[in-house]
């Protein structure tokens, strides 16, 4: 089931070696938890003061804030997950997420120059194993949100073992520029023996002409037959 979510943007003959999700609790821990915690502690410095002073009918805004943004946190947030996967692919990584429509990021193994392993504070401290993964490459380079480990351009986020999921990638990155390497090697000799064979094919049909004329000259052949027959060599 979850290779069918890549299926309709994977390349002639790629194949997906893996495919990753975020560690669910992390995710809602800090997508769900930690903003509705936050937006709590908001709501009661500005309610309690207005209940405190008489004004209990105007904390009633704040609680209704909080109530609508929680509902949009609660609704939002599992739909962004359940549509959230990472893929390892023979040729690329592919991000696929969107809460409602779908969106598909990917990146060539072999344009990657660039993969940091970044553990953060929740990681470390709900100690599920896991961290983010972002990737660079020379049109798209890490740029990291400030003071924070998500990376602006591509990153594979809440990942479970991500030093192990990063060696795994770093081998097929090697791989894939040894190929790509191994290819521009045999394009570059290919046009290469073109090149020498173009050349070899112009110098046999100057000394064909030459022969030609030789033999006009001497009257083996007469002029017509000299531009007929010259006509059929350049051909």
């Known amino acids: 089931m979850e290779t069918n979510v890549f299926k309709d943007v994977l390349n002639k003959d790629e194949k997906i070696l893996q495919i990753i999700k975020p560690d669910k609790k992390v995710y809602y821990y800090i997508n769900i938890l930690i903003p509705l915690l936050c937006l709590a502690i908001i709501m009661l410095i500005v309610a309690i003061p207005l209940i405190l002073v008489g004004q209990a009918i105007y904390s009633l805004i704040p609680i209704g804030l909080f109530i609508i943004i929680a509902l949009l946190i609660g609704i939002c947030c599992p739909c962004i ?16 997420s969107g809460i409602i429509g779908i969106d598909f990021k990917s990146m060539d193994l072999a344009e990657i120059n660039a993969v940091e392993v970044f ?5 470390k401290m709900l100690k599920k194993g896991t961290g983010s993964l972002n990737f660079g490459s020379p049109t798209r380079p ?13 990153s594979f986020e809440r990942i479970a073992a991500p030093y192990d999921v990063s060696k795994e990638i770093k081998e097929l990155i090697d791989k894939a520029k040894e190929s790509k390497s191994s290819t ?8 290469k023996v073109a090149e020498e064979n173009r050349a070899n094919g112009v110098l046999e ?3 064909q002409v ?25 051909e």
Do not use: H, P
């Not at 997950?81 to 991000?95: E, S, V």
């Not at 521009?184 to 046009?191: A, P």
């Open 210 to 234: 030459q022969k030609l004329n030789e033999l006009k000259e001497s009257g083996a052949i007469t002029q017509k037959e000299f531009e007929d027959l010259k006509k059929k060599i350049l």
């Open 184 to 191: 521009k090697e045999r394009v570059t000799e290919n046009k």
């Open 81 to 96: 997950y359940n549509n959230l996967y990472y893929a390892i692919t023979t040729q690329r990584l592919i991000i696929r």
């Open 119 to 123: 553990v953060g504070v929740m990681d």
């Open 142 to 154: 890490i740029v990291k949100l400030q003071n924070s480990d998500v990376s602006k351009t591509f």
């Open 205 to 207: 049909q100057m000394e």
